[in-house]
């Protein structure tokens, strides 16, 4: 062999642990040498090409200018709306929330790198929350790598929380007696401050492979349980559990129920309505079941509690139609699926605060009859709640 021949053999075979792993079988080198010269060209070339498909790039093709380019563009007049088609918010709104969570999101660059604008980070995770792109798409559009987006959606969904004890917070006195007066005048019932029902999130695949999470329709999903006002802001969230685990029971391990329970959400005289799912109680008013043997009072007062729990079902169709990434969540993690739901119902509010056009991302197979329930309350009816139930069928015009 030639002496560059030789120098070659020296640079490829330092490590000869790693040559007998690469070849299965283990040859010395003195014998690998004896070789004839056209064995060693062909191995040479084949850890050469080895190499390169498996080395790491430095650079991949993306798109290096959105922020300077198409975002700026965004900002003009004739192209607000287009804005809005992509962000699913309107960039009045956008500029908003950047507002309120701005300090949250600061970050100081590390190495060569700049560190991300606030603006970039709440687009990247609007984006994400408002299609069903991949994280992958996200890297490309925005020039980041899959990891940086995944932490830049978190990150921004925990500034996001920071938010909820200001924009989804249980009405007080005052605001309940307003809440009844505007129900009343909707649908004639009296004492009303809210709307309790419950709807399943989809997810990609069940977590951790576990069936709990299969609903009774047949995909894995997380129960969010949630009441809102007559304006279709929710007032109280609860999310989490399995898909499998019925509404009553969500309802009888959250908060909600325990501090309603002890007399300390809900005015006295006052009260929530439910489907009939949920059993009765002084605080939780549900319709009859209909079992052919109504009265037509008792089919009015059903009539008239459908009319009025619309409203739950429309703050739904809101919530999966403008956040369309809650259709199908493909996260693997259940507190970064709570993060994301708790996110999407505090930003769904501040659309409602800012009056955001919520009536052009309704999703009107969402809406159904708030009474075609197809499960069963499993517990028994409070006393209280039957009393009170049939003191409001009375009192009916």
């Known amino acids: 062999m030639s002496v560059i021949e030789l120098s070659l053999v020296s640079l490829w075979f330092v490590n000869m642990a790693?040559?007998?792993?690469?070849?299965?079988?283990?040859?010395?080198l003195l014998e690998f040498l004896?070789?004839?010269?056209?064995?060693?060209?062909?191995?040479?070339?084949?850890?050469?090409?080895?190499?390169?498909?498996?080395?790491?790039?430095?650079?991949?093709?993306?798109?290096?200018?959105?922020?300077?380019?198409?975002?700026t563009e965004f900002g003009l007049p004739q192209n607000i709306d287009d804005f809005r088609v992509h962000y699913r918010v309107s960039r009045n709104l956008f500029e908003i929330i950047l507002r309120e969570i701005y300090g949250s999101l600061l970050l100081n660059g590390y190495g060569p790198y700049n560190a991300i604008e606030p603006?970039?980070?709440?687009?990247?995770?609007?984006?994400?929350?408002?299609?069903?792109?991949?994280?992958?798409?996200l890297a490309h559009i925005f020039n980041l790598s899959k990891s940086t987006v995944h932490a830049v959606v978190m990150r921004v969904l925990d500034a996001l929380q920071e938010l909820k004890p200001r924009v989804i917070c249980w009405p007080n006195a005052e605001r309940q007696k307003e809440i009844s007066r505007e129900v009343e005048n909707i649908c004639g019932l009296r004492g009303v401050v809210g709307f309790l029902d419950g709807t399943h999130i989809r997810l990609s695949s069940a977590l951790n492979g576990e069936r709990d999470?299969?609903?009774?329709?047949?995909?894995?999903?997380?129960?969010?349980?949630?009441?809102?006002?007559?304006?279709m802001k929710f007032t109280n969230i609860y999310a989490g559990w399995p898909g499998c685990v019925h509404d009553?029971?969500?309802?009888?391990?959250?908060?909600?129920?325990?501090?309603?329970?002890?007399g300390n959400l809900v005015l006295v005289d006052h009260y929530i309505l439910?489907?009939?799912?949920?059993?009765?109680?002084?605080?939780?008013?549900?319709?009859?079941?209909?079992?052919?043997?109504?009265?037509?009072?008792?089919v009015r007062f059903n009539k008239r509690l459908s009319s009025a729990r619309q409203a739950v079902e429309r703050a739904f169709g809101h919530l999966k139609g403008r956040f369309r990434r809650l259709q199908d969540i493909p996260l693997h993690s259940s507190t970064e699926i709570c993060q994301m739901i708790l996110a999407a119902c505090i930003l769904h509010n501040m659309c409602?605060?800012?009056?955001d056009e919520v009536e052009d991302y309704i999703m009107e197979e969402q809406l159904?009859?708030?009474?075609?329930?197809?499960?069963?309350?499993?517990y028994q009816n409070g006393h209280n709640g039957i009393v009170r139930r049939l003191q409001l069928v009375n009192s009916l015009n």
């Open 274 to 298: 439910a489907d009939s799912a949920y059993p009765l109680r002084n605080w939780l008013i549900t319709p009859f079941k209909n079992l052919g043997n109504l009265t037509p009072q008792q």
């Open 248 to 262: 009553a029971r969500v309802l009888r391990n959250s908060t909600l129920y325990t501090e309603a329970e002890a």
């Open 34 to 71: 004896q070789e004839e010269d056209d064995y060693f060209y062909f191995f040479a070339r084949h850890q050469t090409d080895r190499y390169w498909s498996l080395r790491k790039r430095e650079w991949t093709p993306k798109i290096t200018s959105y922020m300077e380019t198409v975002f």
């Open 18 to 28: 790693e040559i007998s792993s690469i070849l299965k079988v283990k040859i010395p």
């Open 368 to 378: 159904q009859d708030p009474n075609d329930c197809q499960c069963d309350n499993i």
């Open 352 to 355: 409602i605060f800012n009056d």
């Open 119 to 137: 603006p970039q980070q709440l687009l990247v995770c609007l984006w994400y929350l408002s299609n069903m792109s991949s994280m992958r798409e």
């Open 213 to 231: 999470f299969y609903n009774r329709k047949g995909f894995p999903s997380i129960q969010v349980q949630a009441v809102i006002d007559h304006q």
